[in-house]
């Protein structure tokens, strides 16, 4: 149990264009997602908490309106890179809080690598 | 969270044993030590946590020292798909993010 399966795999689009990964939680309702951004040879930074039904809260520098998320159901987190350049290319991992008795368990996506030419 | 603190890379010889050493010297008494690993272009993958005593499931052994100030993973007998960044991450329960290190990347040797 506790899958958490990310779409598409790997992309790549044209500088200028949006581009959508979608995170899912197969086996479990999560209502709190994380989405994180991991460059080469670094370790992952979190992005922001993606809440089922409410804004997403980011981190420090992140910006809101670049990297836009909607978690519209307790399965389901978007996170949509609005206008990508190269800058931007990187490997993207979602993952889903299950909870597990008086704690939760965080379950990571297999993640999407983002290549913006 | 407490910070913690990884050797940046080691090797181990497929069959045999790797440990794996955490050190988190000011860990605080309410905050759990998780250990993840991340096989390369793959999400992470858990392992395994634990508060003060030893922890052990099929993947691995944790072995938490009595003052908690650092940990060791062990993989009894790694195996070459056991090659991966394992990350050492300290935090308390009722916080939900995870704040990563650099890891200990662990190449298992034929």
């Known amino acids: ?117 | 969270d407490a910070k913690t603190t990884q050797p940046p890379s080691m090797d181990c010889a497929e069959g045999r044993a790797a440990n794996l050493p955490c050190n988190h010297s000011t860990i605080s008494g309410n905050e759990y030590v998780y250990w993840y690993r991340q096989i390369h272009s793959q999400g992470p993958q858990y392992i395994i946590h634990g508060l003060k005593n030893n922890e052990t499931n099929e993947m691995a052994s944790l072995i938490i020292t009595e003052d908690r100030k650092s940990s060791t993973l062990i993989l009894p007998h790694a195996t070459l798909r056991d090659t991966a960044v394992y990350y050492c991450i300290v935090k308390s329960g009722n916080n939900r993010k995870l704040i990563w290190g650099l890891g200990t990347s662990l190449a298992v040797n034929p």
């Open chain 1, 1 to 117: 149990g506790a899958v958490v399966s990310q779409h598409p795999s790997w992309v790549i689009c044209k500088s200028g264009t949006s581009v959508k990964i979608e995170c899912r939680s197969l086996d479990f309702q999560a209502t709190t997602m994380f989405w994180y951004r991991q460059f080469p040879k670094q370790s992952l930074m979190l992005m922001a908490t993606s809440n089922e039904g409410s804004k997403a809260t980011y981190e420090q520098g992140v910006e809101k309106d670049k990297f836009l998320i909607n978690h519209a159901s307790l399965t389901l987190s978007t996170l949509t890179v609005t206008s990508a350049h190269p800058e931007d290319s990187s490997f993207y991992i979602c993952s889903a809080l299950r909870a597990a008795g008086p704690s939760y368990e965080q379950y990571f996506g297999p993640g999407t690598r983002l290549t913006v030419t």
